[in-house]
């Protein structure tokens, strides 16, 4: 079966965005002031084979756990389809 992921990976939410901040005050220069806040992280789109759903999400969960977010540092969250 094929599937497809996509993640969102974020900086946690007690920790301080400098990129985000930096894009926020840029929008205020160019008069979004009704903008309260960016916050900037990454979109990943993964396409995988397995024999399950539930195979799948494993192995959605490992990647994200061991390669494509710092847990330190960053949350995650994904939507898992079947296509």
């Given at each position: 079966?094929?599937?497809?992921?996509?993640?969102?990976?974020?900086?946690?939410?007690?920790?301080?965005?400098?990129?985000?901040?930096?894009?926020?005050?840029?929008?205020?220069?160019?008069?979004?002031?009704?903008?309260?806040?960016?916050?900037?992280g990454k979109?990943i789109t993964?396409?995988?084979?397995?024999?399950?759903?539930?195979?799948?999400?494993?192995?959605?969960?490992?990647?994200?756990?061991?390669?494509?977010?710092?847990?330190?540092?960053?949350?995650?969250?994904?939507?898992?389809?079947e296509v």
């Amino acid at each position: 079966m094929n599937f497809r992921a996509e993640i969102d990976v974020m900086p946690q939410k007690a920790l301080l965005d400098p990129q985000g901040k930096t894009v926020h005050q840029s929008m205020q220069l160019l008069g979004l002031t009704q903008i309260n806040g960016v916050r900037i992280g990454k979109h990943i789109t993964v396409e995988l084979e397995a024999e399950s759903m539930e195979e799948a999400t494993a192995k959605v969960e490992k990647a994200c756990k061991e390669l494509l977010a710092n847990q330190v540092m960053e949350d995650y969250i994904y939507e898992l389809v079947e296509v």
